[in-house]
């Protein structure tokens, strides 16, 4: 799966802003999806994840409640939805396909195919 993100940007903190992660590969549909981020001089953390179908979706506490991951196979794209942005926030922001098919892994390593990454600033 080869992906790519799209919408990041600089947002003043409380705004919205949403991420799009477009796919291209025939396993999409099938494939579950996560975002991570990653700040300057610290490792990526997870963000959120969602299974292949979108009935189910992880979130990490930083986020939860602001953040939202969705998903729409037929165009072969997620989302996340980012409400009520923080400086803390501030990242580059990927896109990346799981390993597994019904896991909704936290970990870098469960996750195979990465996009190039979208940049957030959130301004104070």
């Known amino acids: 799966v080869q992906l790519e993100e799209y919408g990041g940007g600089l947002v003043q903190a409380g705004g919205s802003l949403r991420l799009s992660c477009a796919a291209s590969g025939r396993l999409f549909s099938s494939t579950p999806m996560g975002w991570f981020r990653q700040a300057p001089g610290k490792e990526r953390e997870f963000t959120a994840a969602?299974?292949?179908?979108?009935?189910?979706?992880r979130y990490a506490d930083s986020v939860k409640g602001r953040f939202t991951i969705s998903r729409d196979n037929a165009k072969k794209t997620v989302y996340l939805q980012m409400n009520s942005l923080k400086p803390e926030d501030t990242a580059v922001y990927y896109c990346?396909?799981?390993?597994?098919?019904?896991?909704?892994?936290?970990?870098?390593?469960?996750?195979?195919?990465w996009g190039q990454g979208t940049q957030v600033t959130v301004s104070s």
């Open positions: 969602i299974t292949w179908s979108g009935g189910t979706t």
């Open positions: 990346a396909a799981g390993k597994n098919l019904y896991g909704l892994g936290s970990r870098p390593s469960e996750y195979g195919d």
